[in-house]
């Protein structure tokens, strides 16, 4: 992501998806090339996949897609995201089936995931120096897509507003509709983190998705969690929230079933692991570890969980209860390399190059309506402020 932009986009959802398409349809081969280099292909056959037959994967994974969240997508918000897909096809100059393919990563990795993990962590105005809530949030991902992260604000047309629709920023990647993070003009801010369940995959509305229409449409965390629980998922994750009021909520999600986490008076924290125990009965067993096929051998054998059970623990060895955080107090746990300050694949500050790096890290700030984004690991990169 260039440092000094910035990507805006004005109008009706096709218009919008368009513009952003457009905007970056000149690295789409880039992208294409990317994928090659997914971490669960063994690095002998990557010289050998073109980039000619990601694009024909790609797009037999699209088709399925499109069929699979199509009818909510429809049922849900009144061609909204069809519109924003169809327009981000036509600016990128791709296929509609390959539109949906970019857009639903987290639908095709969910059965086969190599802890592409994040953190979320929700501070109270009553918790921070500044007296005011903050949500601190590391993405956790393939660091071969890192430069393919952006920054969108995303602004309607000139009155009368279309569909009520709320500006917003958003972190989120080049040829994705969706978002990851983001806050509104009405003070809310949102942030996705992977689950991982033993649900089978259903009709749903991608998670990325969901975060963009919190910030589309609600008002308040009240409002996001009153919304999220009539639309259906089509894979697992936690969305978390603080509005600028300061309260402040975790919903856990699966196909199957999903349930609310609440501020008590200590911040709330996500990683990659449900903590409801209605959500444990369908996540992939503490147990479990990591078969020796198709996975790389840095992770075979492993234990799953590993990841999540080291950064919760290191994060609650931290965290003192009534403690008053300041903003360079929460970079630190963003930017922690553990007890023994070694940074790798267990730290809250991920360095794991060949599975998942902290590729960008953000602090949120609900009451003023601005973000703090840093590309890259946050223990050795700058944040740089970005606002409505």
């Not at 592409?116 to 949030?137: D, N, R």
């Not at 992977?194 to 259903?202: A, M, P, V």
């Not at 991608?206 to 308040?220: E, G, I, K, M, Y």
């Not at 009539?230 to 009021?245: L, Y």
């Amino acid at each position: 992501m260039p440092s000094n932009s910035i990507l805006e986009v004005i109008g009706s959802p096709l218009q919008r998806g368009l513009s952003q398409g457009e905007a970056f349809a000149s690295q789409k081969e880039k992208y294409f090339a990317a994928m090659k280099n997914y971490p669960n292909l063994p690095p002998w056959i990557r010289p050998l996949v073109l980039p000619g037959l990601v694009r024909l994967w790609l797009r037999h994974r699209g088709k399925g897609v499109k069929n699979l969240i199509l009818p909510v997508l429809s049922r849900s918000f009144s061609g909204d995201w069809e519109s924003r897909l169809e327009g981000m096809a036509q600016g990128f100059g791709m296929s509609l089936y390959e539109a949906y393919g970019f857009n639903s990563v987290e639908i095709l990795t969910a059965k086969t995931p190599v802890e592409e993990g994040c953190t979320s962590l929700a501070f109270s105005a009553g918790m921070t120096e500044e007296k005011t809530p903050i949500l601190a949030y590391n993405h956790d991902y393939i660091s071969i897509f890192a430069p393919f992260l952006i920054v969108r604000r995303n602004r309607v047309a000139a009155p009368p507003a279309l569909e009520n629709l709320y500006a917003s920023l958003s972190l989120t990647y080049q040829p994705a509709v969706g978002a990851i993070a983001g806050v509104n003009e009405k003070g809310l801010a949102v942030s996705l983190n992977h689950g991982y369940t033993t649900d089978e995959i259903r009709p749903g509305v991608p998670l990325a998705f969901l975060v963009q229409t919190c910030l589309d449409r609600c008002a308040s965390t009240a409002e996001a969690v009153a919304l999220i629980k009539k639309i259906p998922v089509p894979c697992g994750g936690i969305m978390t929230f603080v509005d600028a009021f300061g309260d402040c909520a975790a919903m856990e999600l699966a196909p199957s079933r999903r349930a609310l986490r609440e501020m008590t008076d200590e911040p709330l924290f996500s990683f990659n692991q449900y903590q409801m125990h209605k959500m444990q009965s369908v996540e992939i067993p503490q147990n479990a570890v990591f078969p020796w096929w198709f996975y790389p051998v840095l992770l075979r054998g492993k234990k799953f969980h590993q990841f999540n059970r080291a950064r919760k623990e290191r994060y609650e060895a931290l965290v003192k209860k009534g403690k008053k955080w300041s903003r360079d107090g929460i970079i630190k746990i963003l930017s922690d390399h553990g007890a023994e300050n070694r940074p790798g694949r267990l730290t809250i500050c991920r360095h794991q190059p060949e599975t998942a790096d902290t590729v960008a890290s953000a602090l949120i700030y609900p009451e003023k309506r601005k973000m703090e984004i840093c590309v890259g690991n946050p223990c050795r990169n700058e944040y740089r402020r970005f606002a409505l």
